[in-house]
T-cell receptor
Framework: TQLLEQSPQFLSIQEGENLTVYCNSSSVFSSLQWYRQEPGEGPVLLVTVVTGGEVKKLKRLTFQFGDARKDSSLHITAAQPGDTGLYLC????????????FGAGTRLFVKA | EPEVTQTPSHQVTQMGQEVILRCVPI?????FYWYRQILGQKVEFLVS????????KSEIFDDQFSVERPDGSNFTLKIRSTKLEDSAMYFCASSEEGGYGYTFGSGTRLTVV
């Protein structure tokens, strides 16, 4: 059974602090995606990484894919209250079709 | 910004009834997916669909489930005889390439009573 473990499950920080969220698996993925999900809504794609060691930046968010394509991290610099939400990682494997498995998510709360 | 549209947003159905959840994927996307999320739990993969056939399905996607692309724009999920445990948020997603850059719809909240 493929699993994606996200840590921490919950994070509460002050505005302006930096944070890192981790996504780990024993499986190799063809791509790794990060999403943000608001209550009652579908996940919204933030980024997809496909190459081992790849780093992508989206304003204050930095995403990294592990060299072995089994893990990933999301780093937020100078967090703001607007960053509050549920962050999900999801790994896709090409097994003929594309089955994507999701982590349980990291719930981030940024206090003003 | 192109979006994936799902209807209805909420559906309440009696146990044993059939339901059809509808989705309009983004027009130039070639890969289509259904996921579900039981309240408070992970998003779970159900099925992926490409070139008018199922390309991958999970253990959840048993004989009670089926998908169809009846025309050039709609993508439907049918649950033949609903059970209480089918109550969940069902999300449709589409992508231009397989396993890359999914756009999710806002979901259909299915409640089986």
């Amino acid at each position: 059974t493929q699993l994606l473990e996200q840590s921490p499950q919950f994070l509460s920080i002050q505005e302006g602090e930096n944070l890192t969220v981790y996504c780990n698996s024993s499986s190799v993925f063809s791509s790794l995606q990060w999403y943000r999900q608001e209550p009652g809504e579908g996940p919204v794609l933030l980024v997809t990484v496909v190459t081992g060691g790849e780093v992508k930046k989206l304003k204050r968010l930095t995403f990294q894919f592990g060299d072995a394509r089994k893990d990933s991290s999301l780093h937020i610099t100078a967090a703001q209250p607007g960053d509050t939400g549920l962050y999900l990682c999801a790994g896709a494997r090409n097994t003929g079709g594309f089955k994507t498995i999701f982590g349980a998510g990291t719930r981030l709360f940024v206090k003003a | 910004e192109p979006e994936v549209t799902q209807t209805p947003s909420h559906q309440v159905t009696q146990m044993g009834q059939e339901v059809i959840l509808r989705c309009v994927p983004i027009s130039n996307h070639l890969y289509f997916y259904w996921y579900r999320q039981i309240l408070g739990q992970k998003v779970e993969f159900l099925v992926s669909f490409y070139n008018n056939e199922i390309s991958e399905k999970s253990e959840i996607f048993d004989d009670q489930f089926s998908v169809e692309r009846p025309d050039g724009s709609n993508f439907t999920l049918k649950i033949r005889s609903t059970k209480l445990e089918d109550s969940a948020m069902y999300f449709c997603a589409s992508s231009e390439e397989g396993g890359y850059g999914y756009t999710f719809g806002s979901g259909t909240r299915l409640t089986v009573v």
